[in-house]
């Protein structure tokens, strides 16, 4: 009975040191395995996140290329149908400026000619009368002239005739 039980305990000690052991190493082997495995796994997770990340990178980049390329075929699009609006109105605006201003020249143009055909008329009209005052007046100095030179000559021709005729008439009374 003593040996049994010393051979119990012993057997249970042995057990219970093998057990302990084998806990103790099954909880080292676990533990390694695990480390391993959480290793593996951030590993793994590390991995397909830096591929994931490259991936949604490279989409990002692909949709930010077509993005860009999109944006700037619209922008290039708004630019040419700004321009060529800009360009029709400058074209409308040039047109009605050219009008407005060939419409001011005409204008113009009938009120210088009506001015003008005004002022050559009024330069006739005081013309045609300072012509006249000067004709009216040169007319009157011509016969105010001629007539002193008339009287002049008639004096002239009555004193001659008065001496003329009255030496013939002293010869005539005395060879009387």
């Given at each position: ?36 495995a ?45 321009m ?11 047109q ?35 012509a ?33 005729r ?9 060879a009387?």
């Amino acid at each position: 009975a003593v040996v049994f039980q010393l051979a119990m305990r012993a057997g249970v000690a042995v057990r219970a040191v093998a057990f302990q052991l084998a806990m103790r190493a099954g909880v080292a082997v676990r533990a390694a395995a695990f480390q391993l495995a959480m290793r593996a796994g951030v590993a793994v997770r590390a991995v397909a996140f830096q591929l994931a990340m490259r991936a949604g990178v490279a989409v990002r980049a692909v949709v930010f290329q077509l993005a860009m390329r999109a944006g700037v075929a619209v922008r290039a699009e708004a630019l040419h149908l700004a321009m060529r609006a800009r360009v029709a109105v400058r074209a409308a605006a040039f047109q009605l400026a050219m009008r407005a201003a060939a419409a001011v020249r005409a204008a113009a143009f009938q009120l210088a000619m009506r001015a003008g055909v005004a002022v050559r008329a009024a330069a006739f009209n005081l013309a045609m009368r300072a012509a006249a005052a000067v004709r009216a007046v040169v007319f009157q100095l011509a016969m105010r002239a001629a007539l002193a030179v008339h009287a002049a000559a008639f004096k002239l021709a009555m004193r001659a005739g008065v001496a003329v005729r009255a030496p013939a008439f002293n010869l005539a009374m005395r060879a009387a």
